[in-house]
Nanobody, 118 residues
Framework: QVQLVESGGGLVQAGGSLRLSCTAS????????MGWYRQAPGKQRELVAA???????NYADSVKGRFTISRDNGNNTVYLQMNSLKPEDTAVYYC????????????WGKGTLVTVSS
């Protein structure tokens, strides 16, 4: 079992920055992959960025060059630094943890709202 707690959402003007945090209840190095997803009103949840226990990262095309995912192993925390925010980035952002041990275990945080005003 993994509990995930997100923080850092809020209201920001277009062009601004926010940093989201996701703190896990266990070492992030013990989790095969952690990621950030988002869901805008009326849309499906989509992957924003992910990082593996080995440090590999991947990003949605829409955020490449603007968002950066990183990890603080000592604090069991994964961050999403979001720069040059656009109104279309407005969504609830969810932290996700996945295990690749055949169990299919996936855990979600409760989400944090990011609102970007134009």
């Amino acid at each position: 079992q993994v509990q995930l707690v997100e923080s850092g959402g809020g209201l920001v003007q277009a062009g601004g920055s926010l940093r989201l945090s996701c703190t896990a209840s266990r070492s992030v190095l013990s989790i095969n992959a952690m990621g950030w997803y988002r869901q805008a009103p009326g849309k499906q949840r989509e992957l924003v960025a992910a990082i593996t226990s080995g440090g590999s990262t991947n990003y949605a095309d829409s955020v490449k060059g603007r968002f950066t995912i990183s990890r603080d192993n000592g604090n069991n925390t994964v961050y999403l630094q979001m720069n040059s925010l656009k109104p279309e980035d407005t969504a609830v952002y969810y932290c996700n943890a996945r295990f690749f041990d055949g169990s299919g275990r996936t855990y979600w945080g409760k989400g944090t709202l990011v609102t970007v005003s134009s």
